[in-house]
């Protein structure tokens, strides 16, 4: 479609894009309800949500962040998390295996050579490609910048041999996004990214996903082999660290916090409901200290989609500053405040539903039954604080927080940076 | 004092910068001496790593990094690092 400036044509296009957002998000609706049915059961089974997934691959969600001229959406963050939270509020596993594809694609689109932008883009969108991450290894855990396993070259090209104990939706992907270090010499700082198609590769399964929640993300573990070649390395040689910064870091803390606020959406609308019921508040009377808790939780939520809104802003912001390098995303109140957006949404959260089982009590929070989401969303987000853990962004803004002597606090028309340079460029990192 | 830009007239770097170095360089093999030009990352040093580095070097050796001195520049090498650092101790 034309990307023509000014005037008709932007007027249209914007018309059209408006369009499409209106639709996007009806569907999204609809496929959350239609998720929330099935919810419980994938949770039960802890089973990959295959029918969920097959509704996102033909109706071309896969596609949200994929640009028209490759036959996507052509939608943007906002979009994406918007969706993420309606999908959130029905089924949290799905949600994030949607979430964590997202990041994927938005880390292909910005990165990705051009052969594997036209190859792959229009695949994606066509709902044939659900991408999968691999960034955890055994050894050095979740330690986003680092690698063990080294990309060898010979004749052939380029040879990926990985072990990968966490990868959600590691059985169904179509392709994994995987961090390796660049070759055998490099030290572990020194990380690139490469792109595997599953039909390319070797992937043997090595251990099931038996765990408190998130049950349906079937996260297993797998060992991967597959021969590449530098095409397929997103970034170039020694890319990952300028991809994670500008890209995959915001847009995974972004899509994930928009899915863990919907979960906790769809349990205090859960929550409204009950206490709507005239039943339930006769049974109850009426209680100040129950209005206090409510309030609590909702002003917790409010929050923490404010924060949300407000990363997206800078985020978006920077973005514009600079649409080719690393640029500013590495300048240390950014860095603050999009590690401190996944702390605080993980915590908020998690915490909000712990308060509203609180508030509905044994019988309608704490018990498991079909009609009650609230101990399923309370197992679901406990796992926010560990998926990527938030012990180790802790210890990481803590330094930050040091450097930013101006304390350039986070404000919502994005003019909270304290605008000085980052302490290190990932652009020139490199020898 | 004019600052110098010419790394072949600045001091050795002193074992005590050299020892602090050590510690945030967890690719140096142990007993190799660091070359100047070499990357602080090809020695396996991150970006957390340069602010924990940037902290004991301040409180080993008594002194403030500037705003302006925390560049990816300052951290590119070891030569260049050690110039910003002698240059911030002779300033006034
Ligand atoms: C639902 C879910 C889905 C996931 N999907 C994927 C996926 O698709 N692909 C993938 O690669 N991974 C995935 N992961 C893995 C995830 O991103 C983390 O890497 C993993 O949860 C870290 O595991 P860990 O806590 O055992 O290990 P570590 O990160 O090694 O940490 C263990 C604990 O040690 C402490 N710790 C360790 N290092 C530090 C430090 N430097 N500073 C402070 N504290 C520290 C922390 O308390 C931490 O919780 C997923 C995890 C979950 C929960």
Redesign the pocket.
Known sequence: MSTTPGGADERVRDADENVRREAVLALARRLSDEFARGAAKTDEAAAFPAAHVQRLRETGLLGLLVPTAHGGLGLGLHDMTRVGRILGAGCASTA?IWA?HCQQVATLVRHGGEELRSRVLPRIAAGDCLL??????AG?????LSALAALDTDENGLLLERD???????LEADAYLV?MRTGPDSPANDVSLAFVPREDAEVAFRSGWE?L??RG?A?VGLTLRARLTEEHLVGGPAGFPAVAVRTLIPVGHLAWCAVWLGVAQGALRHVVGLLRDPKVRRERGRSDLASHQLARVRLRLDAAGAFLGACLTEYEELDALDSAGPGRHSDVAFQLHINGLKVEVSEAAFGAVDDLVQIAGLRYGYTRSPGTPLERAFRDLR??????????L???NGQLALLDREVGLLSVDGTSGSGHAALFSTADGKA | MTHTTDSATQPEPTQEFLGVLREFLPALPAGEEPAPEATLASYGLDSLGSISLMLALEETLDMTFPEERLSAETFRTIGSLWQTVTEIRQAP
Do not use: F
């Open positions: 994030m964590m999968a991450s691999i960034t955890t290894e050095k855990g979740g330690h986003l990968a104990p966490v990868v959600t939706a590691g961090t765990t929640g998130m993300t996260s796992a926010a604080r560990l998926m990527y853990s938030n012990d180790r802790l210890v990481a």
